[in-house]
């Protein structure tokens, strides 16, 4: 699955820096995380650096819009280092 940054987020840019694939974006009120980009960290880390990092519990959780497997995860890394 993709995560997704709720509404409860407070702007404090501390995720955006930490996301090695440039998921994490300034939206219209808060931060946005793209889904197409969004691996979960899946290629780089065995967990989701934007999580760890966010002062606010549970305001940066899976989103049930964009369910995927782990081997989907590691598909979509693969493609996504291969356009850099």
């Known amino acids: 699955m993709a995560l997704k940054i709720t509404e409860r987020c407070i702007n404090c840019d501390m995720c955006q820096p930490e996301c090695p694939n440039e998921a994490i974006s300034m939206g219209y009120e808060t931060y946005e995380i793209d889904p197409a980009r969004c691996t ?15 002062p606010i519990s549970n305001v940066i959780i899976l989103d049930p819009s964009h369910i995927e497997s782990k081997e989907q995860l590691q598909a979509k890394f693969l493609k996504l280092k291969n356009q850099k």
Do not use: L
Request: proline share 0%; with cysteine; glycine share 6%.
């Open 40 to 54: 979960e960290c899946v290629g780089y880390y065995s967990y989701s650096t934007c999580q760890s990092v966010c």
